[in-house]
């Protein structure tokens, strides 16, 4: 079975700063997807980024990327420039080819203004 | 994008009674629906896999004649809560993938359930 840890329960950064917030996972699968979700206060799940695994380079949207080292098993978040905006609940997800997934325990973000 | 919605988004019942929670695709066809349950200020907890036109599969330890689910459309997935007890209270949440694309899913915006 895969896990997917989140080691900061919590991050807070200041406005227009950067953070990165980290994810490790366990698989013995070679096929899989990875993504950050968001989940403001409304709680609504919204996708943030997502990586293939095959895929060597580094997602980005807009001003979130990823560093995904797959022989480390690692999936991190930056965020740039932050916003007031991106206050939320960040979960990082492994997805088999079939949808299922398994969440890490989320992290917190604050964004100080 | 993508669109996944759920209704109701907010119920209030009494001990005892059940309540059903859909799940529609709203612009695609999903052939598998996740059903979740999350608490406050936790992670979601995979609750069961909703296949169409066949049985759900349920993760280990949910209780199946608990939490009813049916997949009876390729756009909507039904959740009903049975008996519901105070225990049972909770944020329950489900997606599907976009598009036929299974592995990324797309969630729909939760219901929350309150039972007195």
């Known amino acids: 079975a895969q896990t997917v840890t989140q080691s900061q329960p919590e991050m807070s950064v200041q406005e227009a700063e950067t953070v990165t917030l980290s994810c490790t996972y366990d698989?013995?699968?070679?096929?899989?997807?990875l993504f950050w979700y968001k989940q403001p206060p409304s709680r609504q799940m919204i996708l943030v980024i997502r990586?293939?695994?095959?895929?060597?380079q580094n997602a980005t949207e807009n001003r979130f990327s990823v560093n995904f080292q797959k022989a480390a098993k690692s999936f991190s978040l930056k965020i740039s420039d932050s916003q007031l905006g991106d206050a939320a609940m960040y979960f990082c997800?492994?997805?088999?080819?079939?949808?299922?997934?398994?969440f890490g325990d989320g992290t917190t973000l604050t964004v100080k203004p | 994008g993508a669109v996944v919605s759920q209704h109701p988004s907010w119920v209030i019942c009494k001990s005892g009674t059940s309540v059903k929670i859909e799940c529609r695709s709203l612009?695609?066809?999903?052939?598998?629906m996740f059903w979740y349950r999350q608490f406050p200020k936790q992670s979601l907890m995979l609750m069961a896999t909703?296949?169409?036109?066949?049985?759900?599969?349920?993760e280990q330890g949910v209780e199946k004649d608990k939490f009813l689910i049916n997949h009876a459309s390729l756009t909507l997935s039904t959740l009903t809560v049975t008996s519901a007890h105070p225990e049972d209270s909770s944020f329950y949440i489900c997606?599907?993938?976009?598009?036929?694309?299974?592995?990324?899913?797309?969630f729909g915006p939760g219901t929350r359930l309150l039972v007195l």
């Open positions: 990586q293939e695994a095959y895929k060597q």
């Open positions: 997606s599907a993938g976009g598009a036929g694309t299974q592995e990324t899913q797309y």
């Open positions: 612009d695609f066809q999903a052939t598998t």
């Open positions: 997800v492994y997805n088999t080819n079939a949808g299922k997934s398994t």
């Open positions: 698989t013995s699968e070679s096929d899989y997807y």
């Open positions: 909703s296949n169409e036109g066949s049985k759900a599969t349920y």
